[in-house]
Structures are given as C-alpha cells and as structure tokens.
Nanobody, 125 residues
Framework: QVQVVESGGGLVQTGGSLRLSCTTS????????MAWYRQGPTKQRELVAS???????NYGDYVKGRFTISRDNDKKIGYLQMNSLQPEDTAIYYC???????????????????WGPGTQVTVSS
C-alpha cells in the first residue's frame, strides 16, 4: 500500500505562518514528484506548489514569494512552508504524490495518483 497523510494545518492570524508536512509510506521505491493542492470553500481545486523528481519547483501565481515546497528524499516527507498567510489561503490542503497504489508512475493531479485526506488551514482576518 502507498499512503499519504498531511499534518500541520490549523488556525492562524493574517500574516502568520504554518508548516505542513506530507508523510508517505509504502514501497515507493524512488524519489517521486509531489505537489500540494488546495480547495477553498468557494473554489475549485488548484495547484499550490509542485516539485519534480529532479527538484524543479512550480508555484501557483497567488502563493509565489510566500510559500516554499521542499522534500526530504531520505525520509520521504514533503513540506509546505507558508508565510504571510492571508484569509484567501483558507482551504483544505492536499498532498499529492505521482505514484499509484500498485507502485506504477502516475502523473501529478491524476485521480489515480496518491492523495492524502487533507488538512484544514484557516486564516482569520
């Protein structure tokens, strides 16, 4: 089994910071691409940040300069450091890993890739 679990969400004031963690388990076998997505109460799911197997990073337009995605390849834990949080960042944040339950590569964002159950981030005004 491949499992993905997020942690670190919570309530924070505008301008505050949170660090989300994405813990993975199972026989992943090698470094995999990973991403953070989020879904706000009135929005569709959107990409927050991604990191490729080679370490290339992409960020959503509204989080550039504020959020940083990183990964510990040995521990197989992903992170999302969120600074200067705004009320618009309020959402459920999901970790996504580019591997299916059978260990075969699947692109990020696919429903067949591995997703965590999400962690709630709430930013108060």
């Amino acid at each position: 089994q491949v499992q993905v679990v997020e942690s670190g969400g919570g309530l924070v004031q505008t301008g505050g910071s949170l660090r989300l963690s994405c813990t993975t388990s199972g026989n992943i076998g090698s470094v995999r691409a990973m991403a953070w997505y989020r879904q706000g109460p009135t929005k569709q799911r959107e990409l927050v940040a991604s990191i490729s197997t080679g370490g290339a990073r992409n960020y959503g337009d509204y989080v550039k300069g504020r959020f940083t995605i990183s990964r510990d390849n040995d521990k197989k834990i992903g992170y999302l450091q969120m600074n200067s949080l705004q009320p618009e960042d309020t959402a459920i944040y999901y970790c996504n890993v580019g591997i299916g339950p059978d260990g075969v590569y699947i692109g990020l964002g696919s429903e067949r890739s591995s997703w965590g159950p999400g962690t709630q981030v709430t930013v108060s005004s």
